[in-house]
């Protein structure tokens, strides 16, 4: 018998849980800490590495007290995070700024001269993150700040991921060249990739701004799936946490990949992990480039297979700028969504209220709903963006199917699925798949299943996921929904490609008409 910590760091608070290797989920206890926006800048969000870990001290205290278990028996400790989440440190690993979070925008404009450089070069990695560098990862952030930053350009000596980060804090490694950093975050946020050396070549990187002269030996340090440890818990923060000092952390990830182990991922599996966006997580055993894919990497959600993420960059955000915007809750504006009938809104509305992540990889496009007229509700927009969401779902699983992605299973994992039975009907009849959910809340189970296997209770990932993931919930598609939504996805799609992308002119009058069809149809009329 084991008992270990698994830990997830999330966009606004962390959740400690504690696993017994037989017994399953012990107890979970969270502590929340703020994020930094700004009035002026929609595009800034931030948060302090220190609020992380006092909250990290809090939730693993509370967790042990609350389960009964002395701190002295857990095992091991690992640890997912969001990301790209990207924090400059000093040659002792202080940190410089608070982290650029995953939903910090402001790298706009650095990520279109990345990607502009990239295929100019034909720069191989380009093709790997699907042919577009995002605002959201790893270079574009950093290179921002050093813009923005001058007077600390002389202090700065690395950056790193906040998984990376929090396990070398936690090891009490003070040496920027001495920390291991996850293949998860470098390969899917940062352009590594073992086929081509590691990362992009040095002079690349300066030709896209000799602010970045240097950078790639900054950056240098062993990239490791997380089979493989990243250290030991130090005395310090043994003593911090209740803990006892040396146990094993292994390599950290992003939470949406162990997330994905944790709801029981397999081959064959998609994962939409669900929350406040959505992250889609598919494993493989080949590794073929995937057209607007954001990352196909290697070793990054299981050792031993090739992790394909991709997601829609805003979804339970959405749902709360609808209901903030009607002066209401979610949960009071999803009152009676269950008695709604597919597409009967007549409206049909586009997710990209916080930019396309994929397919197009565009963050300069907006939320748009079409269809209005002066009898619709904040209440018909909500179930709107639930249809909207999933039809954009579906367009990254055609895609993927499309470049060889085995797409047998899609299980809807995260928060938002937990609590919204709604949401997981429409997925099913417009994904037409059965879609099955955790029944319970799979966060933090996939850094638990880490931990057992850094401790060595379970020989692989598989066993360790038989014996600790949940039993699952199963969505059926519903055939008449699934009529109605294979007309309305047809021109989704149309609108999404032509809107998205301005490549074509769309008769906006004929697609008018069409909906009202749909909708009267929907309706009995």
Request: charged letters at 20%; glycine letters at 10%.
């Amino acid at each position: 018998m084991a008992v270990v910590a698994g830990v997830d760091f999330g966009t606004l608070s962390v959740r400690v849980t504690l696993l017994d290797s037989k017994r399953g989920r012990l107890h979970t206890a969270t502590a929340g800490y703020p994020l930094h926006r700004k009035k002026d800048d929609p595009d800034h969000a931030t948060q302090s590495h220190d609020d992380q870990m006092t909250a990290l001290a809090e939730a693993m205290h509370a967790a042990l007290k609350q389960a009964g278990v002395d701190g002295a028996s857990v095992e091991a400790i690992a640890l997912d995070t969001t990301g790209s989440s990207v924090i400059p440190v000093d040659k002792n690993m202080r940190p410089l700024a608070e982290y650029y979070l995953w939903c910090d925008h402001r790298a706009k404009r650095e990520a279109q001269e990345i990607t502009r450089l990239a295929h100019e070069e034909k720069l191989e990695a380009i093709a790997w993150c699907g042919g577009v560098y995002s605002h959201e990862w790893g270079f574009a952030k950093l290179l921002h700040w050093l813009r923005n930053n001058p007077e600390q350009r002389g202090d700065f000596a690395s950056a790193f991921e906040h998984c990376d980060m929090v396990a070398a804090t936690l090891c009490g490694t003070t040496d920027p060249k001495q920390v291991k950093r996850s293949v998860c975050a470098m390969g899917h946020k940062w352009m590594w990739n073992a086929r081509w050396g590691g990362f992009p070549p040095q002079a690349f990187l300066s030709k896209v701004d000799p602010l970045f002269d240097g950078i790639v030996e900054k950056l240098t340090g062993e990239c490791l799936t997380s089979d493989h440890l990243a250290g030991h818990l130090s005395a310090e923060w043994a003593a911090k946490l209740g803990l006892r000092a040396g146990i094993p952390i292994p390599v950290g990830a992003f939470d949406a990949h162990w997330d994905a182990i944790g709801a029981g991922c397999k081959a064959g599996d998609v994962v939409n992990v669900v929350g406040t966006s959505t992250c889609i997580i598919a494993m493989q055993k080949g590794s073929g480039l995937i057209p607007g894919v954001c990352g196909v990497v290697p070793g990054s959600v299981h050792p031993a297979y090739t992790g394909v993420e991709a997601g829609l960059s805003a979804t339970g955000d959405i749902f709360e700028a609808i209901a903030r915007r009607a002066w209401v809750a979610v949960s009071e504006l999803s009152e009676g969504l269950s008695e709604y009938r597919a597409e009967q809104t007549g409206l049909l509305r586009l997710a990209w209220d916080n930019g396309d992540r994929t397919v197009l990889v565009d963050a300069e496009l907006a939320g748009v709903t079409l269809g209005w007229n002066l009898l619709h509700t904040a209440q018909d927009e909500l179930f709107a963006a639930i249809e909207g969401t999933a039809f954009h779902t579906r367009i990254i699983l055609e895609r993927m199917v499309e470049h060889g992605v085995p797409v047998e299973r899609v299980i809807n994992a995260g928060g938002i699925p937990q609590q919204n039975a709604v949401l997981n009907q429409v997925y099913a009849n417009v994904l037409n798949k059965p879609v099955v959910v955790p029944d319970g809340v799979p966060t933090s189970l996939g850094s638990g299943i880490f931990a057992m296997l850094a401790c060595g209770a379970f020989p692989t990932i598989e066993a360790a996921q038989q014996r600790l993931c949940l039993q699952h919930k199963t969505f059926t598609p519903e055939p008449a929904a699934v009529r109605i939504y294979e007309q309305l996805y047809t021109l989704y799609r149309r609108v999404y490609f032509a809107f998205g992308t301005g490549s074509s002119q769309i008769d906006m009058r004929e697609i008018f008409v069409k909906l009202r069809e749909i909708a009267a149809g929907s309706n009995g009329d």
